[in-house]
């Protein structure tokens, strides 16, 4: 079992892992201002971070807190709405208030580490965009008091070798009637 929560300092985040009644707990420092965001692998074995600023996403390893990649979002500050891992943990999809979805193809089984703060780590990168900007991209769910937040869903493609633009092949709106306008195929 695995368990994540922010740490006592600004940018740092607290994991417990527990392993056949062996419990660890470690601290990592993840981002030098404050965490907004962070998710867990569906195995616990991976903890992807991203920091107020929006640029970077970092992925660690939950079991030695290594640094394994660095993902460079945009050079934009944004507000990262979401972070999710695929279920096999090759992807990472990342929303913002930007108006779009970041997936990054995730290199993490090498056991190599980044260990210097200004190595970024190769990754292809799709990209899928939503217009208006919206937050309907939520696999967790923060919504300031004064916001709505509307459910639902898009289904896209996209090349996982060459990368670039995703297309979008269908997007639902659970909220809405089924006649609505809000519903694109």
């Known amino acids: 079992m695995v368990l994540v929560c922010l740490g006592s300092d600004k940018g740092e985040v607290r994991v417990?892992?527990?392993?056949?009644?062996?419990?660890?707990?470690?601290?990592?420092?993840?981002?030098?201002?404050?965490?907004?965001?962070?998710?867990?692998?569906?195995?616990?074995?991976?903890?992807?971070?991203?920091?107020?600023?929006?640029?970077?996403?970092?992925?660690?390893?939950?079991?030695d807190g290594r640094l394994l990649q660095e993902l460079r979002r945009g050079s934009e500050e944004a507000e990262i709405h979401s972070l999710?891992?695929?279920?096999?943990?090759e992807w990472l999809a990342v929303s913002s208030n930007k108006g779009t979805i970041h997936v990054f193809s995730l290199d993490t089984g090498s056991g190599s580490s980044v260990t210097d703060g200004?190595?970024?780590?190769?990754?292809?990168i799709v990209l899928f965009r939503i217009f208006p900007p919206s937050k309907v991209f939520c696999p967790s769910i923060s919504v300031p008091s004064g916001q709505w937040l509307s459910f639902g869903?898009?289904?896209?493609?996209?090349?996982?070798?060459?990368?670039?633009?995703?297309?979008?092949?269908?997007?639902?709106?659970?909220?809405?009637p089924l006649d609505s306008d809000y519903i694109i195929v």
Do not use: W
């Not at 962070?38 to 079991?63: C, P, Q």
């Not at 200004?118 to 292809?124: F, G, I, L, M, V």
């Not at 896209?156 to 979008?168: N, R, S, V």
């Open 16 to 63: 417990e892992v527990e392993h056949y009644g062996l419990s660890t707990s470690r601290l990592i420092k993840a981002h030098n201002s404050d965490v907004a965001c962070f998710a867990l692998s569906n195995d616990g074995r991976l903890l992807a971070t991203a920091s107020t600023k929006g640029t970077l996403v970092r992925v660690f390893d939950t079991s």
């Open 84 to 89: 999710c891992f695929s279920s096999d943990a």
């Open 118 to 124: 200004s190595q970024e780590a190769e990754q292809k």
């Open 153 to 176: 869903f898009y289904r896209c493609k996209f090349d996982p070798i060459a990368g670039g633009e995703m297309t979008q092949m269908d997007c639902r709106n659970f909220l809405q």
